[in-house]
């Protein structure tokens, strides 16, 4: 079959029924004593699915598929088929686990679903590496190994092929997905041109990223973040004293999990007396590159947190002066003890999450003072329990104490490590993917990959050093996932790590990032804006009602942080030939009207009149064709910013569930058509209703 790549120039293929098989080149991986060779070429596949369409009986099958191998595109039906190219593959190159062959497929999970039942039964039980459940980075059947090409770049085909300019695209809502295939139906032409396209778009994108970072199979990260890890894992092996340092901030297993309980990610939040109220002449600003501005300006635990004081084994309380010394010069973990918390009433942005409470189903969590349970949207206004215990930084003190009244503070436990700032081989790696991210034109492909390297950074250093146990039943289909956080299984877990020779990161640094993160916020909020002028925040930026003397307060902030980044040396000459600083509120377009029921869940207009809206489980648009007189995206479904209320129901972007079925390989007739069974999952689109602004809402009124 003729097929026309979907790029400028005139370029076809012919697909094959069978591959034709000849030498490839092998590529090395490892020690020397013990190897592992890849196959030079890796091999690109896709699968296009269909279902009944029955929700009582719900079956679902492959009805198309590609591989693309050493050149040739090889295109079939069922999944016997491919297993069959698959079977002379690997007889033919011989493979086995230390010589392997590389398929790549952009979401791996969703088409391992359907074929892992035919795939085990040919080449054997597989060894699944997982980031969670249903999200596979790495399936290997022997010397077959199945990579996940959207976790390598985080992004759909079509996105990562246009950061990397790709001259082969993916041709998207070229189908309808809502018609039913089958395996033994002729397809018309535009079904072979979207799949072939499809593997053909994910071959271009995967070796133009390959031949961006100059890597091999052999070498190429497994995920997008992996390309900052071994940017900064080369750096620090350059730098001296940098592995001394490594070893020297080993974690202690109470440490550990002193850290894991206190870490949280960014705070997202809106002011609960503005909930479901348009408001106009609003303003909008955001920190530049905020949590590599954390990384490189602001101090971080860079010695060994040491023991210091426990409760539980000291029976003392800890002498008020002597913590406050420790608050004030060291970086520190701790667990303590409120009796009962209560909010400011002024306070718009509280600091607090229910979850954050580390016994939080024993605590009364209240709104008002008749005792109404509830929560602003998840943070606490206040917790009744003689006994509420929270872990968290001399960050995250200071703000509760700061947010909150209380009838009784005890520490119960401290942890604290010295400060200090960044190591420089990790603050020079940053600072290169911020100069790129700055200084390179922003259409230029390289642009896009330093900002999301710069952006991955965090990520890195956020990674928990023990990661869940993550497995599948083959049999069932069944997958388990748990972090065992006993202390002999901590222990073990970090003797593995820091005797890796390829670990480097300090997890404490990920946590007290995001600490950082939440303290700034806060203070621009508090300090800047107003609590009463506050509308809505989310990580690094902020929405607000625009007041006299706000602007000014801005400044003089960002003044503070220009002249902070001078202090360490930092700056870059920017495209304009100005200069950009790390950590800057930056003031954004401003929207011409702003609206929000809860977290994630916002929409604003700009000074065209155009709606834009965020919402957490609406899809952006309807997945139909772009043709069709009934595609619609978020915007067009909400129709009016005034329309964000209680209620509310995305029909046709309201998103998608995940159904996964496992049934054994079997051979069904569904009408006149034969199709293969096995497992699959199911995508089903769903409406979503958005559910309501703040607990209580009713009784928040602007004063």
Sequence with gaps: MKIKLNCEKERYIETV??????????????????????????AFFDTETSWNHENENPLAWVYQWCMEFNGEYCIGRYVFDMIKELRKIYDYYELNEKKRLVLYCHNLSYDHQYIYKQLSKE?????????????????????????????????????????????????????????????????????????????????????????????????????????????????????????????????????????????????????RYLAGKTIEDDKHGDFKSFFPAINVLRPLPMGPFKFIYSFMTDFELFPTERLNKYLKEKC???????????????????????????????????????????????????????????????????????????DGFQLIELYAADKGY???????????YFKGKEQLPKDS??????????????????????????????????????????????????DKFYKSYNSFTNYAHGVYITSWSRYLLLTVIRDCIGYENFIYADTDSAFYINKPGIRERIDKFNDDIIALNKKRGLGVENRKGKMSYYGVFEMEEDPKSFRFLHAKCYAYTDYDDKLHCTIAGVTSDNKK?????????????????????????????G?????????????????????????????????????????????????
């Design 422 to 432: 960044e190591r420089e081989c990790i603050v020079n790696t940053t600072n290169d």
């Design 655 to 703: 998103g998608t569930t995940s159904l996964y079925i496992d049934n054994e390989i079997e051979y069904i007739d569904i009408g006149k058509h034969v199709v293969e069974v096995a497992g699959a999952c199911i995508i089903r689109q769903t409406s979503k209703q958005i559910g309501g602004t703040v607990d209580g809402f009713n009784i928040y009124e602007v004063e």
């Design 17 to 42: 029924n069978h591959f034709t098989l000849r030498s490839v080149n092998k590529i090395r991986k490892g020690k020397k004593k013990d190897p592992v060779y890849y196959l030079k070429q890796p």
């Design 123 to 271: 080449f054997g039980k597989p060894e699944i590496l997982a980031i969670k459940s249903h999200k596979i980075l790495i399936a290997r059947y022997g010397g077959l190994e199945f990579r996940c090409t959207y976790l390598l770049s985080n992004m759909s085909l079509d996105q990562w092929g246009a950061k990397l300019q790709a001259p082969v695209r993916k041709m998207t809502a070229a189908i309808d997905y809502d018609l039913i295939r089958y395996p033994d139906e002729d397809l018309e032409l535009i079904d072979w041109l979207y799949m072939v396209n499809d593997v053909a778009a994910l071959k271009c994108n995967t070796y133009l990223e390959m031949l961006n970072e100059g890597d091999t199979v052999a070498n190429v990260p497994f995920t997008s973040t992996g390309y900052v890890r071994r940017d900064c894992r080369n750096a620090s092996r350059k730098e001296d004293g940098y592995r001394k340092w490594f070893n020297n901030t080993r974690l202690a297993p109470d440490i550990f999990k002193a850290l894991f309980f206190c870490y949280a990610g960014g705070l997202t939040h809106g002011n």
């Design 332 to 406: 520190c973990v701790m667990l303590v003890r409120f009796n009962n918390l209560y909010l400011d009433p002024k306070v718009t942005c509280p600091c607090l999450s229910k979850n954050k409470v580390f016994n939080y189903p024993e605590v009364r969590f209240t709104i008002n003072d008749a005792g109404t349970y509830g929560t602003d949207n998840g943070r606490v206004i206040n917790a009744i329990s003689n006994n509420v215990l929270i872990y968290c930084t001399e960050l995250d003190l200071y703000w509760i104490t700061n947010q909150y009244r209380t």
């Design 625 to 653: 064709l772009k043709t069709d007189p009934d595609y619609k995206t978020r915007e067009d479904e909400l129709g009016s910013i005034d329309k964000l209320e209680d209620g509310f129901t995305f029909e046709e972007c």
């Design 445 to 494: 492909t390289f642009y896009m990959k330093q900002k999301n390297k710069l952006n991955s950074v965090y990520g890195m250093q956020a990674t928990n050093p023990i990661r869940p146990d993550v497995e599948i039943d083959i049999e069932t289909g069944v997958w388990t996932e748990k972090r065992d956080m006993r202390e002999c299984s901590i222990e073990e877990g970090l």
